[in-house]
């Protein structure tokens, strides 16, 4: 009956640690038509862990141009001509109450500068707000905010914004939701050769340059995701609060001298020598 016991809890901890980490890839158009997703989704395979994440969202579809790997997630938020002012305020709460993530990754605000004519500030305080509805969704979700990319003519307010994210980042970061940031600007080496002849979209150099900059960060958190489940599902599993047994955990038999009483369920009887907390 012990071994019963064992495999009871074993199953436990399997069917735990096989949660898969969930990941919203939000955007606009950078997200949605353009190529860096699957690159993104092959150094998530060659790092181990494509069985372990599930990319979530309401959109799944892939450019044509795109490769697709073997195993692909297409899912993801990237709504093309979409503006973080108009999420912000019409759409993250039902997204991220639909899906729960455990990682989110943006790239917005190009769509507020070039339709919108919004200015730096507007930009941050729509940030604000969908990071405030992320964390009412799931308060330790992890998120990476990428400056944005450039477009061929240099836009003062898209270099204000990158400029202006490390500040929002160190003042809305936390030790259970952290904020980091993926450069994507020219500063960090985006350069026109990289964009399509609109000026705005990526190229396949674009593409690549993305992957690059989003995947280790990306990759970072997912196994600082899975570090964590393991880490809780373990202390979930060992007697805390005084003498009292875990549940699944043995609390009375012949010969038995361990914890009596279960800090969940109940101490069943199975036979003579073993009784368990169910």
């Known amino acids: 009956?012990?071994?019963?016991?064992f495999t009871i809890v074993s199953g436990l901890v399997s069917a735990t640690?096989?949660?898969?980490v969930r990941v919203m890839l939000l955007g606009d158009s950078i997200t949605e038509i353009t190529c860096w997703r699957p690159l993104v989704w092959n150094q998530i395979t060659s790092a181990g862990l494509a069985s372990s994440v599930d990319f979530v969202g309401s959109m799944s579809n892939l450019q044509g141009k795109c490769s697709r790997?073997?195993?692909?997630?297409p899912n993801h938020e990237g709504h093309s001509g979409w503006q973080a002012y108009d999420i912000a305020r019409n759409n993250i709460v039902g997204w991220v109450q639909d899906t729960k993530p455990d990682i989110i990754q943006f790239m917005l605000g190009t769509n507020d500068v070039n339709i919108g004519?919004?200015?730096v500030q507007s930009i941050l305080d729509s940030?604000?707000?969908?990071?405030?509805?992320?964390?009412a969704a799931n308060p330790r979700v992890k998120v990476i905010i990428d400056k944005l990319i450039p477009t061929s003519w240099s836009d003062a307010t898209v270099e204000g914004v990158n400029n202006a994210i490390p500040g929002w980042v160190q003042a809305h970061t936390t030790s259970q939701s952290p904020v980091v940031i993926a450069d994507c600007s020219r500063a960090a080496g985006f350069t026109n050769a990289m964009l399509e002849s609109d000026g705005v979209h990526p190229n396949n150099q674009g593409d690549q340059f993305l992957a690059n900059q989003i995947g280790p960060k990306l990759i970072q958190l997912i196994?600082?995701?899975?570090?964590t489940l393991s880490t809780s599902t373990t202390s979930s599993l060992q007697p805390t609060?005084?003498?009292c047994a875990a549940l699944y955990r043995q609390c009375g038999g012949q010969g038995y001298t361990g914890p009596t009483c279960c800090l969940q369920g109940t101490c069943?009887?199975?036979?003579d020598w073993y009784s368990q907390c169910l």
């Open 241 to 243: 609060g005084g003498n």
């Open 268 to 271: 069943k009887v199975s036979n």
């Open 69 to 73: 790997p073997s195993g692909f997630d």
């Open 117 to 119: 004519k919004r200015n």
């Open 1 to 5: 009956m012990r071994l019963f016991a």
């Open 127 to 135: 940030y604000t707000t969908m990071l405030n509805a992320m964390r």
């Open 223 to 227: 196994n600082d995701n899975i570090a």
């Open 17 to 20: 640690y096989a949660q898969k």
